[in-house]
Structure formats: structure tokens, C-alpha cells
């Protein structure tokens, strides 16, 4: 209703960066960018059939949402001006923030039907069904704090963009899971990618550096560049 006030959705939020310092601030964002984003991503074309249909309905939900998140922009700003960091430790700092975020699955459809059963089995973990591309976008991960693989790298995607990091989007049908990639000096497991390596980043859970993964999933023939759509397109 643009006839009344905007309001603010904010988390609190206290994690720790891979060196054991802690970092706190507030994930917020706006209820109108939250309708907006929601309406975006409802009035996209529902077909996920294949990378490129996915990387284009991706590069299309980046597009609206990295200019809704100026207050995680700012959040993040401050945190880097007051501990003077690094590069590297600034994007390990972004990463953290996110793999700290308790992991939530996020389907498309009932999370308890016999289909999603058999796919993932008796459930350790939060569900969200009914959930359009079985994706939350940037925004609505910042709502309710709710994200799975893809969710949480198309997020990190975004935000790293943003400060103009050398990222890539990854996904797998072979090993149904999603994680990024940062063009950045790390060692370890990496994507060659137009010439250049970037190091792989798992987001889901606390603790993943960059260059590991695990070794049932670490056969990079088996990933896909999903971002950037334009490189993925030339």
C-alpha cells in the first residue's frame, strides 16, 4: 500500500569469521522491496529445465534485487571501515555472515511429499515448501532468514558483485546442489572458468574455506557457470 509508511525487517545476527573473531550487525531490508521482490520473481517464466533457462531466470532476480540491499550493503561497510580488512578477509567475512544462517531446504513443492522423501530422505533440517523455483530470492532469504544452496549463493553472488569481486555461480544436476566460486589467491579445489581460477566456496554450513569440498563432490566436470549470465552466453 503506497499510501502508508515503508517499514524495516531486520535480524540481529553474531557470528565469527574463520580466525574465531566475532562480528555483529543487523540483515535489513525493506517491506516494499520485499513485495517487489516477491512480484518479480512470481511474474518470471517457471522453467528450470535447463542451465540456461536457470541462469537466465538467476541473472534476472540479481538484477532486481542488487538494488534493494543497501542496508546490507551498509551493514557490511561498516564492519570492513572499523577492522581495516583485507580482500580476502573481507569476502571471508560476507561468506561467514551467511554460512552462520541455519540451513533451510527450499522446495517447489510439499516438503513431506513421497517424491521429496525418496530425494532427501528423513529430514535433520528446516523445510520450506510452495516456494517458486524451490529458490528464495536475495530479498526474501533477508526476510525470514530461510535458505537452502542456491538461495544463499545467489545472495553471495549479489553481494559480492557489488564490491566488485570476481565471482561465479555454480550448479550441479549431477550433484543436485549449488556454490560459488572467487576468483581470489586461495589454494585448493578450483573451476577454470575464461582462463581464470576460481576457487570453490561452499555456503551451507559453518566453517567451509575456500578450496575445499567434499570429495564426493569435488569432480568439477560436473559443475556448471551460472553466473555471470553474460560470460555464460558468449
Known amino acids: 500500500n503506497t499510501n502508508r509508511p515503508d517499514s524495516i525487517i531486520s535480524h540481529f545476527?553474531?557470528?565469527?569469521?574463520?580466525?574465531?573473531?566475532?562480528?555483529?550487525?543487523?540483515?535489513?531490508?525493506?517491506?516494499?522491496?520485499?513485495y517487489s521482490s516477491i512480484n518479480f520473481k512470481q511474474n518470471l517464466p517457471s522453467d528450470f529445465s535447463?542451465?540456461?533457462e536457470?541462469?537466465?531466470?538467476?541473472?534476472?532476480i540479481y538484477f532486481s534485487d542488487q538494488i534493494k540491499l543497501h542496508f546490507i550493503y551498509a551493514m557490511f561497510d561498516s564492519i570492513?571501515?572499523?577492522?581495516?580488512?583485507?580482500e580476502n578477509k573481507f569476502a571471508e567475512l560476507m561468506v561467514s555472515c551467511i554460512q552462520d544462517i541455519p540451513y533451510t531446504l527450499i522446495l517447489d513443492d510439499d516438503c513431506d511429499s513421497p517424491k521429496n522423501y525418496m530425494l532427501y530422505g528423513r529430514k535433520n533440517y528446516n523445510c520450506e515448501g510452495f516456494v517458486k523455483f524451490g529458490m528464495n530470492t536475495p530479498i526474501e532469504f533477508m526476510d525470514k532468514l530461510l535458505g537452502d544452496c542456491d538461495t544463499r549463493t545467489l545472495f553471495l553472488f549479489t553481494v559480492l558483485t557489488h564490491y566488485n569481486y570476481d565471482v561465479v555461480m555454480l550448479a550441479?544436476?549431477?550433484?543436485?546442489?549449488?556454490?560459488?566460486?572467487?576468483?581470489?589467491?586461495?589454494d585448493g579445489t578450483y573451476k577454470t572458468f575464461e582462463g581464470k581460477r576460481y576457487y570453490v566456496w561452499e555456503t551451507t554450513s559453518v566453517g567451509f574455506i575456500p578450496g575445499k569440498l567434499p570429495t564426493e563432490l569435488s569432480d568439477m566436470n560436473n559443475w556448471n557457470v551460472i553466473l555471470p549470465f553474460k560470460q555464460l552466453n558468449q
Do not use: M
Open 13 to 34: 545476527r553474531i557470528w565469527q569469521n574463520y580466525e574465531g573473531d566475532t562480528f555483529k550487525g543487523y540483515l535489513s531490508i525493506l517491506v516494499s522491496d520485499l
Open 50 to 52: 535447463n542451465y540456461y
Open 54 to 60: 536457470y541462469a537466465k531466470d538467476c541473472n534476472a
Open 80 to 86: 570492513k571501515s572499523k577492522n581495516n580488512l583485507s
Open 172 to 186: 550441479s544436476n549431477e550433484y543436485n546442489h549449488s556454490i560459488i566460486g572467487i576468483n581470489l589467491p586461495y
